[in-house]
């Protein structure tokens, strides 16, 4: 069964910067040839996608955080992660990552997800 165990998130204040990390584990298929995805959700809000990365390191964001965050992985060690800079109060939520793309990687499943508030 595949597992997703996020991590980073914390209480940062307005234009700060914070590095999100997600180990993936107990997979069947290639994680090298597989999207990946990081989604949010906001209290009383449904999932948004942020961003994806193609096994061979295309990125493509969320018009919402392109230019401020960056999307990576690391093959070899089965991870993803996620540089936020210029936090904003929108952009507190929890954060998952999640196999698949835009719309695929809603579908699930996610991991416990980190949670990223963005407070002063």
């Known amino acids: 069964e595949v597992q997703f165990v996020e991590s980073g998130g914390s209480v940062v204040q307005p234009g700060g910067s914070l590095r999100l990390s997600c180990v993936v584990s107990?997979?069947?298929?290639?994680?090298?040839?597989?999207?990946m995805s990081w989604l949010r959700q906001a209290p009383g809000k449904g999932p948004e996608w942020v961003a994806a990365i193609s096994g061979g390191g295309t990125t493509y964001y969320a018009d919402s955080v392109k230019g401020r965050f960056t999307i990576s992985r690391d093959n070899a060690k089965n991870m993803v992660y996620l540089n936020m800079n210029e936090l904003k109060f929108e952009d507190t939520a929890r954060y998952y990552c999640?196999?698949?793309?835009?719309?695929?990687?809603?579908?699930?499943?996610w991991g416990q997800g980190t949670q990223v508030t963005v407070s002063s």
């Open positions: 107990g997979f069947t298929f290639t994680f090298s040839n597989t999207v």
């Open positions: 999640a196999r698949g793309s835009a719309i695929t990687s809603k579908a699930g499943p």
